[in-house]
């Protein structure tokens, strides 16, 4: 995640070029494949330990995925112990909650499994359990000084990429500041992405984690970060979801759909880990932490305006363009304004097949708080990122604008 994102070509006008420095060491072993969960007591049963602490929740739990994890664990001659309660965006005190039950036992290694907020509270309470402290003592980079357990991440969701992350975002329980604690040693040691494991969301699930994953894809395409190997993530994860999340919606059991929108959703994180994120992410958050929007939704909502935003830049616009080139939806050759066109609409047609409400009013924000969830947004991390300088009063531009069900300049209709 080094910077050196632009060189000075061109009679030392910025340009972006693909060849910016990264530093990237893959931290996380990679298994993809239907049926794969089998392969988890095998290889828990590899690590040093034997004593296993899997963090799930009530919905995993309910679809029976919690206990056959703990038997193929226990199979194994393993130790398990489960904490059930991972909420939807993990608070503070859901941490302390899972702390306190890690405390009880030995705990050799984590296994997380479930969504974004099974893994983000295996990742926190890893840090408090082998480092002390609170969860704001790690907001930031690199604030683990000791060593942290090994963690075994099995996403049964397409679409938080955090099984290929090395962050947690934990939300503070009283400010509702959402905190994101990057560690390399937070990494998952490795991650199981069983396909099989996805049939069992709900459809709004399948819809949320969905456009997070595409608005994943989307956002590090054009980061002020992004480099060639985020590029190969972002244009691969492209290809992978844009056209197998409509095909999930017509048929929820198409395994094969599944798949490649799983795997999508893992090289999506992969290019977060590389590139970070951007503008959408920042406007959603406040969204989420103000009116309870889930977090696809509120990203989704916010993207298409976004990328009109941003592409008032050349650079983010030839790279818009070049990421509608991938799963060829455009052609670069046509013309940037024109794929930028085709790459919207194909944005607005998503969120129309996800059944999403598709302005801000419709869920019930209030114009007056605009002020407020724009200043917020303007100190959220991922704005830094974002291809066009974003202040507070774009900020607001772009809340303004959400309360439009259709990006402005948009030409194209949805296909
Ligand atoms: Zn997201």
């Not at 931290?27 to 799930?56: C, M, N, W, Y």
């Not at 894809?217 to 590029?231: C, D, G, I, M, Q």
């Not at 696809?296 to 363009?321: E, I, T």
């Amino acid at each position: 995640m080094t910077a050196g994102n632009s060189t000075r070509l061109n009679g030392g006008l910025p340009q972006f070029s693909t060849l910016a420095a990264f530093d990237h060491a893959p931290r996380t072993r990679l298994i993809f494949g239907v049926d794969s969960l089998q392969k988890l007591g095998h290889l828990a049963a590899q690590l040093p330990e034997q004593a296993i602490f899997l963090v799930t929740d009530p919905g995993i739990v309910a679809a029976g995925h919690a206990q056959r994890a703990t038997e193929i664990l226990q199979a194994q001659g393993l130790k398990v112990t489960v904490f059930d309660r991972a909420e939807e965006n993990p608070t503070t005190r859901c941490i302390e909650d899972c702390l306190a039950l890690a405390r009880t036992t030995k705990v050799d290694a984590f296994v997380a499994l479930g969504g974004g907020s099974a893994m983000d509270t295996a990742k926190g309470c890893n840090f408090l359990l082998t480092n002390g402290g609170r969860i704001q003592d790690y907001w930031g980079t690199g604030k683990a000084k000791k060593p942290m357990l090994p963690l075994i991440a099995i996403p049964t969701t397409a679409g938080t990429g955090s099984e290929c992350q090395s962050a947690a975002l934990i939300m503070d329980e009283h400010t509702h500041q959402k905190m994101a604690c990057l560690d390399p040693k937070a990494a998952p040691r490795i991650s199981i992405l069983d396909p099989k494991l996805t049939l069992s969301q709900p459809r709004m699930v399948t819809a949320c984690t969905g456009i997070d994953a595409i608005a994943h894809v989307v956002e590090t395409a054009v980061t002020k970060r992004r480099n060639a190997l985020s590029l190969m993530y972002s244009h691969e994860g492209f290809k992978l979801t844009l056209p197998n999340l409509p095909r999930i919606f017509a048929n929820p059991a198409d395994l094969e759909a599944r798949g490649r929108m799983q795997l999508g959703a893992a090289f999506a994180g992969m290019a977060i880990e590389n590139s970070m994120l951007g503008a959408a992410h920042s406007a959603a958050n406040p969204l989420t932490s103000h009116y309870g929007i889930v977090h696809g939704q509120a990203v989704g909502m916010m993207l298409p305006h976004v990328v009109r935003f941003n592409s008032s830049d050349p650079d983010a616009m030839k790279a818009y363009a070049e990421l509608a080139s991938a799963p060829e939806i455009a052609c670069v050759s046509d013309g940037h304004e024109e794929a930028l066109n085709a790459l919207i609409a194909h944005l607005e047609s998503l969120l129309d097949l996800a059944g999403f409400p598709r302005s801000l009013a419709e869920c019930g924000v209030e114009t007056k708080k605009i002020p407020e969830l724009a200043d917020e947004a303007a100190k959220q991390w991922t704005a830094n990122f974002n291809p066009r300088k974003v202040a507070r009063d774009d900020f607001v531009k772009l809340y303004e604008a959400g309360f439009q069900p259709r990006a402005s300049g948009s030409t194209l209709s949805p296909t």
